[in-house]
Each structure stands twice: as structure tokens, then as C-alpha cells.
Nanobody, 127 residues
Framework: QVQLVESGGGLVQAGGSLRLSCAASGRTSSSYALAWFRQTPGKEREFVAA????????PYADSVKGRFTISRDNAQKTVYLQMNNLKPEDTAVYYC????????????????????WGQGTQVTVSS
């Protein structure tokens, strides 16, 4: 069992920045992936970014490329999402997701491959 605890959400003006954190606890293998997804009311959850504990792959959604940066601290089993130049359309509940095992390439963007999810943290960007 893996528990994920997110933090760092809040209210920010357009153009501002926020940093989300997601700490994983419980039994994990040395090879795993952590990802961020987001969801707004009435819409499906969408992929934002992912990162592996071992390989240096960091896919991003096109909508956040150049503005968001995902990083990790393996010792702390924590993943971060630095969000800069935020836009009102970034407003959503952001979820952290975890899966154990090898990197799955393009499939890391699929929410169905993730086993554990955090409770979500609200990010609101005002115009």
C-alpha cells in the first residue's frame, strides 16, 4: 500500500507561480513513476507531467510545456511540480499518481496505469 499526500495548492493571480509537492509513503520498489494529473468540473482528468525514479524522462502535456517543471527527490520519495506563468485555464484540482515498475513510455500519460492516487489539491488562477 502506498499513500500519497499532496500540498502546495492555492489561489494565485495570472502570471504567478505555485509549487506542488507529493510525498509517497509505504512500501515501494526502487523503480516507480510519479505523475501529476488535473481535473476541472465536468471534464475528464488530464495528464500534466510524469517522472521516473530511475530514467531521465519527463513528458509534459503540450499545454504546460515551458511553464511547468516536474522534479523528484528519491530519498524523500517526493515529486514536485513547479508551475510558473500560471494561466486561468490552469485552474483545476491537481492529483498526484503513483505506479510501481518500469517506465512505460508514452503510456505514462494514461491515468489507468497508475495504482495509487492522492486526494487532490486545488489550484485557482485568477485573471
Amino acid at each position: 500500500q502506498v499513500q500519497l499526500v499532496e500540498s502546495g495548492g492555492g489561489l494565485v493571480q495570472a502570471g504567478g507561480s505555485l509549487r506542488l509537492s507529493c510525498a509517497a509513503s509505504g512500501r515501494t520498489s526502487s523503480s516507480y513513476a510519479l505523475a501529476w494529473f488535473r481535473q476541472t468540473p465536468g471534464k475528464e482528468r488530464e495528464f500534466v507531467a510524469a517522472i521516473s525514479s530511475i530514467v531521465d524522462f519527463k513528458p509534459y502535456a503540450d499545454s504546460v510545456k515551458g511553464r511547468f517543471t516536474i522534479s523528484r527527490d528519491n530519498a524523500q520519495k517526493t515529486v514536485y511540480l513547479q508551475m510558473n506563468n500560471l494561466k486561468p485555464e490552469d485552474t483545476a484540482v491537481y492529483y498526484c499518481a503513483f505506479r510501481s515498475g518500469f517506465w512505460m513510455g508514452i503510456r505514462q500519460k494514461e491515468e489507468g496505469i497508475y495504482t495509487y492516487w492522492g486526494q487532490g489539491t486545488q489550484v485557482t488562477v485568477s485573471s
